[in-house]
Each structure stands twice: as structure tokens, then as C-alpha cells.
């Protein structure tokens, strides 16, 4: 039983460690310098969260290794509560390296094996009263790719029950899942226990079968969410409510040097305006200047924008 005050933003799902290239440009196999920052994709949407003055925190699991003491005082140092990310035995801490190749290519490698510690969570070890109390909960598709993490995140939204704003951040990752039938079966099954679906058009694709923005955001709200969001990449996102409320956020020019945070960085922003009670064109126009704040940076969690950053930005704009 969860003893403090409510998190306004918590997730489960993915933590790792990502060591990208400090050289731009240069083929990964030729890269001779990295930096190290914390990474995971609900782990980088608690921190984005954080730094819009968000109390947040992160369920998910490390190694008993350095680089899970990494993410553990990482997690710290960027305002994120850190007391629901446990150790797994015998598993190490995801490592993630990417090519960086701006404007548009950014292939990435994950090493998860022999099994990720995140998909370790158990049903029996979740703290069922923060999960149902916290003003957004937030978890991602990758989280159902295996047991015993999906039956936790199922367990979690249940305990929750369908509480307004439970975001389903539709995170397809081909590697992570054994075909597209899978990913398209789980996210299925979870839909009608989450109010929000996010993701980009491959992954609203993948949840709905629907190629097209509009018909992908429709479908989405079929399978029972009230609020479907649609990323277009350079065509910019799209929003379609329930309750017929429509919005979208044209591209915002920046010299792009890293696009693998950008959608995590719109994802905390997005909570921040969800939070605040915003129309859906403030909330989508706010969170998709943050997150071309971070295409023009070169890590994630380190790199997430504040409040002010991304209203300079929309101002300048």
C-alpha cells in the first residue's frame, strides 16, 4: 500500500541504459566515443514528466549490475521516484546503441537478452493503490509482449479500472514480438481497459489494421479508448475524441540531430497538458514542440525539455 501522496505521471515498462555515439554520422561499427544516459521509453516519459514539475515515477526492473545503480541514481538526479524499480537476479541491464544519421536515420540496436529484466514484473509485487490514485497512468505495448509482464499490466489496468486518463503508448517494436498478429492481439485485448491510445502510424497500424490517420484514430476509438492520438511524422499528429473534439499539430522546423526521443518527450509533455486541463490543440501543440526540442538534441532522458523551453519554442514559433 502505496503511503505517499498521489504521482500526478506513472508508468511501467522499459529501462535501459543507452550508449549512443558522440560522433555524427559514423557508421556504428567505426564509432569510437559514446556517452552513456538513462533510457526506456516509460522510463523517459516519468522524466519528460519531471521536468514539466510533475511528480512522477517509473515500475519497472534492472539487473543487479552498475548500470541498474546507473538508472536507479539517474533516475534520482531528474526528479523521478525511483522506488518501484527493483532488482531481477540473474538478468542484466538492458544496453541500447543507435546509428545517428540526421535528418532521418537513426537505426537502433537493442540488447535485451537473454531476457529483459522489465518483462520480470509480477501482478503480486505492484503497488495496486498508487497505480489506481496516480493522475495518469501510463504504460507501453512492449510491456505485453511477455509473461509475466503482460499479466501484470493487465492486472494494473484492471485495478485501475478504466480510471480517466490510462494511456496506452502503443510502442511497437518489431524485435520485441514474434509477428505483427501478436502485437495486434495484445494491444486488442488492453484497449478497452485504457481512455487514451498514443502512438505513430505504424504502430496505430499495427492496434488497428487501418493504415490511414484518420481511420487508424477512428478504429482506435472503436476498440474503446475516448482519445486517440496519431504521430505523422513529418505530416506532423493527430487527436480524435469521443466526444468529437479534433486537433492537429503541424511540424515544427529544427536541425535535427537525434529523433529516437522524440516521441517519449511528447509523451511527458502530453501528460503535463492533460494534466493542466489545456484544450486538445494546446495539449497536442505543446507536446509536439517538445519533442522536436529533443529531435534537436543528441540523447533522451537527459535532454527533455522544461516548461519553458517549450513555450520559448512555440513563442519563437
Not at 213 to 228: C, H
Amino acid at each position: 500500500m502505496s503511503k505517499t501522496k498521489p504521482y500526478e505521471v506513472l508508468t511501467m515498462g522499459r529501462i535501459g541504459v543507452d550508449v549512443y555515439p558522440l560522433e555524427i554520422g559514423v557508421p556504428l561499427k567505426d564509432v569510437a566515443t559514446f556517452g552513456k544516459f538513462l533510457g526506456g521509453s516509460a522510463t523517459n516519459v516519468a522524466v519528460a514528466a519531471a521536468r514539466h514539475g510533475r511528480r512522477s515515477a517509473v515500475i519497472t526492473r534492472t539487473g543487479e549490475d552498475p548500470f541498474g545503480e546507473f538508472a536507479h541514481d539517474s533516475l534520482v538526479s531528474l526528479g523521478v521516484d525511483d522506488r518501484y524499480v527493483l532488482p531481477v537476479h540473474g538478468l542484466p541491464t538492458p544496453v541500447t546503441f543507435c546509428e545517428i544519421r540526421p535528418p532521418d536515420s537513426f537505426p537502433i540496436w537493442f540488447y535485451r537478452a537473454p531476457k529483459a529484466p522489465d518483462l520480470e514484473i509480477n501482478a503480486d509485487e505492484l503497488d495496486m493503490n498508487a497505480i489506481e490514485s496516480a493522475g495518469i497512468f501510463w504504460i507501453t505495448a512492449t510491456g505485453l509482449s511477455q509473461e509475466p509482464s503482460a499479466s501484470a499490466h493487465i492486472a494494473a489496468l484492471r485495478a485501475r479500472g478504466r480510471r480517466r486518463f490510462t494511456v496506452l503508448d502503443l510502442d511497437y517494436r518489431p524485435t520485441f514480438w514474434p509477428g505483427k498478429d501478436s502485437a495486434h492481439r495484445a494491444v486488442g485485448e488492453v484497449l478497452p481497459l485504457c481512455d487514451v491510445a498514443v502512438g505513430n502510424l505504424e504502430e496505430a497500424e499495427v492496434a488497428t489494421g487501418k493504415a490511414d490517420p484518420e481511420t487508424a484514430g477512428q478504429a482506435l476509438l472503436d476498440k474503446g479508448v475516448d482519445l486517440a492520438v496519431v504521430k505523422m511524422g513529418p505530416k506532423g499528429v493527430a487527436a480524435i475524441a469521443r466526444n468529437g473534439e479534433r486537433a492537429v499539430a503541424t511540424p515544427i522546423s529544427v536541425d535535427v540531430v537525434n529523433g529516437l526521443g522524440a516521441g517519449d518527450a511528447f509523451g511527458g509533455a502530453f501528460c503535463h497538458g492533460l494534466l493542466q486541463g489545456w484544450p486538445l490543440q494546446k495539449v497536442l501543440d505543446f507536446a509536439n514542440a517538445a519533442g522536436a526540442i529533443v529531435a534537436s538534441r543528441l540523447e533522451c532522458s537527459t535532454a527533455m525539455p522544461t516548461t519553458g523551453e517549450v513555450e520559448e519554442l512555440l513563442r519563437r514559433r
